[in-house]
């Protein structure tokens, strides 16, 4: 496995993979959940390249980009052990070599929705470096985890409206024996909080299970944790209006303590 960090570094090493590649996008702190990507990764194509980059321009004025996790030495050996051929951890100026960047990708109306609502400007950064990592790394095809299920739809709408060539394949969510959906972020909860968290997928699983009622039931449910969501929603299986007889998707976004935890599952028909 190579590890490169400059750009200069990352071209020359491209050059010289040949046949299909995977590519994984982390903010390292790699737990099982990346680790599904990762084996996905390596089972479908000859060559996997992963970049461990904590984005900055993703990250809003008051949210936790100086506290992020950056477990650099266990993540490259997550990399190592998943088999993984090359991997980019680049610093801020590696990545914005030309400086801020001026000219950004647009996410489209669904942009400004759910996660965007809460979080303006977030899929812009997101779309952004995600394009910028695919013209350097050229991937053949691309895992995205359903845990972050619009960045998943956005990344997979980009990829089609702007002909960037990766086919954007989803991943489903790996969790914790009690439900809880792993994240980088769980760590920042305290034992109590934790105990709280699991809240959050009863809830969803909950409502999956009670699809005419999904949104009220989820929200009994979170209620009974006393967890109070940003957004608890049903909508279809690509964030569009819900249609009858087809799958559709129940996300919900909430604090508990700190952290802001995401989650969502199917609603079958
Ligand atoms: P992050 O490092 O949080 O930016 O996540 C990198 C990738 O891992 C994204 O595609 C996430 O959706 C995916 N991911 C994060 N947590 C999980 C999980 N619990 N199960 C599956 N994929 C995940």
Known sequence: MEVV?????LTAARGQLSGDIGYVATMGALHAGH?????????????????????????????????????IEADLAVCEQAGADLVWTPGVQD?????????????????????GAARPGHFAGVLTVVAK?????????????????????????????????????????????????LSSRNVYLDAVERQRAVGIS????????????????????LDEFGIVPDYLELRGADLGPVIDGEPARL???????SPRLLDNVEVAP
Not at 5 to 9: C, G, L, M, N
Not at 40 to 67: K, M
Not at 101 to 115: D, F, K, S
């Open 202 to 221: 009863r809830a969803l699983f909950a409502g999956a299970a009670d699809r005419p009622q999904a949104v009220g039931t989820a929200r009994a449910v």
């Open 35 to 71: 680790r599904a990507l990762l084996d996905r990764a390596r089972a479908g194509n000859r060559q996997v390249v992963v970049s461990i980059f904590v984005n900055p321009t993703q990250f809003g004025p008051t949210e936790d980009l100086s506290r992020y996790p950056r477990p």
């Open 133 to 181: 990592f695919f013209n350097l790394i050229r991937p053949t095809r691309t895992y995205f985890g359903e845990k972050d299920y619009q960045q998943l739809a956005l990344v997979r709408r980009m990829s089609l409206d702007l002909d960037l060539g990766a086919d954007v394949i989803g991943v489903p969510t790996v969790r914790e024996v009690d439900g809880l959906a």
């Open 95 to 115: 990545v914005y070599a030309a400086g801020d960047p001026r000219v950004t990708v647009a996410p489209g109306p669904l942009g400004n929705e759910l996660e």
């Open 5 to 9: 960090t400059s750009r200069a570094e």
């Open 251 to 257: 996300l919900v976004a909430a604090r508990v303590g």
